[in-house]
């Protein structure tokens, strides 16, 4: 979308609206869901959350094009590291699948200066923030250790152990408010991603802990797809995760996650707050993985289909197209040109794939510490002699 900074407003502490105004007739009678854009594609002027604050979201139509291509290219990249891995090309692959608006909708949301700390399934996030699409790739494909800068693009590294960059990101974020940098609108807000089965983890219970105790200005954003690999939600937990939020003593609030424009007046609520120095707070992305959990899962074993025909019913792309034909805000060229250039960056980032270069194997002793240590050295040795040893081969 355009890099402007479209406006979100929101009003804290006012009371609930009358009903005609929520969401519930839209969300399934679910008053507890945060939504601005049925699935049908009916834009709702302005929504709830529990404790009265109103959203809305009010973009050029300009913008809301530039989400409607944000969510197709990443959909389709996406689409493309799916198939890369089906033809041997990736190792492994988790997809965003059915996830994009929340992706979509809170990258969009962080200003420049805030930093994110993403699981293994952020690529949205990673698109907003941008990030070339390539870069998790090689990772993907064991051909290097998956490495951006994380301090030039403000987004970590990508993170499979489940829960850790909770705890990361809340060091990061007292140590923002530490240094002062909170408290005005040019204040730096954290974002934390983790999932639903997350939730059941230490770390992101002491997460929850240490952020809220140090008025850490970090938001903990929720992604609920439903599933941990196998496991349902609920597995996890007997209440909505949201409230979860109250117990730790800071504000929760659930979005409709396959709703860009909810996801993005949320999240740039919370991310508001946080940098104004009022604290953490937890956004539950209520929405689904609509595919598989990684490439190495076969989620027919433990799901029916009926029920990811429900939930395709509420696809976060094509509520957003209905609304911009209704809206009259884009027609038939304007979508092809978005299919164009997404079939166009699809088959760019398959050529880079198969001409990633395979590394030499005595690389991967190259960057565990910064400067090197003599045990490495060692083992370097030993494993170069350890080749060499294997006479005419390619090493
Ligand atoms: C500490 C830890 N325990 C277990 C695993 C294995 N594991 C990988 S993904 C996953 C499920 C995570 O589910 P959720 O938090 O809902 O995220 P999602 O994959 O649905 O986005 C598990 C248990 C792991 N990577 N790390
Ligand atoms: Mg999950």
Same mark, same amino acid.
């Given at each position: 979308?355009?890099?402007?900074?479209?406006?979100?407003?929101?009003?804290?502490?006012?009371?609930?609206?009358?009903?005609?105004?929520?969401?519930?007739?839209?969300?399934?009678g679910?008053?507890?869901?945060?939504?601005?854009?049925?699935?049908?594609?009916?834009?709702?002027?302005?929504?709830?959350?529990?404790?009265?604050?109103?959203?809305?979201?009010?973009?050029t139509?300009?913008?809301?094009?530039?989400?409607?291509?944000?969510l197709?290219?990443?959909?389709?990249?996406?689409?493309?590291?799916?198939?890369?891995?089906?033809?041997?090309?990736?190792?492994?692959?988790?997809?965003l699948?059915?996830?994009?608006?929340? @992706?979509?909708?809170?990258?969009?949301?962080?200003?420049?200066?805030?930093?994110a700390?993403?699981?293994y399934?952020?690529?949205?996030?990673? *698109?907003?923030?941008?990030?070339?699409?390539? %870069?998790? +790739?090689? +990772?993907?494909?064991?051909?290097? @250790?998956?490495?951006?800068?994380?301090?030039?693009?403000?987004?970590? %590294?990508?993170?499979?152990?489940?829960?850790?960059?909770?705890?990361?990101?809340?060091? *990061?974020?007292?140590?923002?408010? %530490?240094?002062?940098?909170?408290?005005?609108?040019?204040?730096?807000?954290?974002?934390?991603?983790?999932?639903?089965?997350?939730?059941?983890?230490?770390?992101?219970?002491?997460?929850?802990?240490?952020?809220?105790?140090?008025?850490?200005?970090?938001?903990?954003?929720?992604?609920?797809?439903?599933?941990?690999?196998?496991?349902?939600?609920?597995?996890?937990?007997?209440?909505?995760?949201?409230?979860?939020?109250?117990?730790?003593?800071?504000?929760?609030?659930?979005?409709?996650?396959?709703?860009?424009?909810?996801?993005?007046?949320?999240t740039?609520?919370?991310l508001?707050?946080?940098?104004?120095? @009022?604290?953490?707070?937890?956004?539950?992305?209520?929405?689904?993985?609509?595919?598989?959990?990684?490439?190495?899962?076969?989620?027919?074993?433990?799901?029916?289909?009926?029920?990811?025909?429900?939930? @395709?019913?509420?696809?976060?792309?094509?509520?957003?197209?209905?609304?911009?034909?209704?809206?009259? %805000?884009?027609?038939?060229?304007?979508?092809? $040109?978005?299919? $164009?250039?997404?079939?166009?960056?699809?088959?760019?980032?398959?050529?880079?794939?198969?001409?990633?270069?395979?590394?030499?194997?005595?690389?991967m002793?190259?960057?565990?510490?910064?400067?090197?240590?003599?045990? +490495?050295?060692?083992?370097?040795?030993?494993?170069?002699? *350890? +080749?060499?040893?294997?006479?005419?081969?390619?090493?």
């Open positions: 979308m355009a890099k402007g900074d479209p406006g979100v407003t929101t009003t804290r502490g006012r009371r609930a609206a009358p009903r005609a105004k929520r969401t519930a007739a839209t969300a399934g679910d008053p507890e869901l945060v939504q601005l854009l049925t699935p049908a594609g009916e834009r709702i002027e302005s929504a709830f959350g529990p404790d009265g604050t109103e959203y809305r979201a009010d973009f139509d300009e913008e809301y094009r530039g989400l409607y291509r944000d197709v290219l990443v959909r389709k990249l996406d689409a493309e590291a799916t198939a890369l891995q089906r033809q041997g090309e990736l190792g492994l692959w988790a997809s699948l059915g996830q994009e608006a929340a @992706q979509v909708g809170s990258g969009r949301a962080l200003r420049r200066q805030d930093m700390f993403p699981t399934r952020e690529h949205g996030v990673l *698109y907003c923030r941008g990030i070339d699409p390539i %870069m998790p +790739l090689g +990772l993907f494909r064991g051909v290097d @250790q998956g490495g951006w800068d994380p301090n030039e693009f403000k987004f970590n %590294m990508y993170t499979i152990v489940i829960g850790a960059q909770t705890l990361h990101a809340t060091g *990061y974020a007292m140590g923002v408010h %530490m240094d002062g940098k909170t408290g005005g609108d040019d204040g730096e807000a954290v974002i934390a991603y983790f999932g639903d089965g997350a939730t059941s983890q230490g770390d992101v219970n002491e997460a929850f802990v240490w952020a809220s105790v140090f008025n850490a200005p970090l938001v903990f954003f929720c992604q609920n797809n439903q599933y941990a690999i196998s496991e349902p939600l609920e597995r996890q937990t007997r209440v909505p995760l949201y409230q979860r939020a109250r117990g730790f003593g800071f504000p929760g609030v659930r979005v409709d996650g396959n709703d860009v424009l909810a996801s993005y007046a949320v740039r609520h919370a508001d707050n946080a940098r104004h120095g @009022q604290g953490p707070s937890l956004i539950e992305a209520y929405t689904y993985r609509m595919g598989a959990h990684t490439t190495s899962d076969d989620p027919t074993r433990y799901r029916i289909a009926s029920e990811v025909e429900a939930w @395709q019913a509420k696809d976060p792309i094509a509520r957003m197209k209905a609304f911009l034909e209704k809206q009259k %805000m884009a027609d038939e060229s304007f979508f092809a $040109e978005v299919d $164009e250039q997404a079939r166009a960056e699809s088959v760019h980032l398959r050529e880079r794939v198969l001409a990633m270069p395979d590394p030499e194997p005595v690389t002793f190259d960057h565990v510490y910064p400067h090197g240590s003599p045990e +490495l050295d060692e083992q370097r040795a030993q494993f170069s002699r *350890y +080749l060499e040893s294997f006479e005419g081969s390619a090493h």
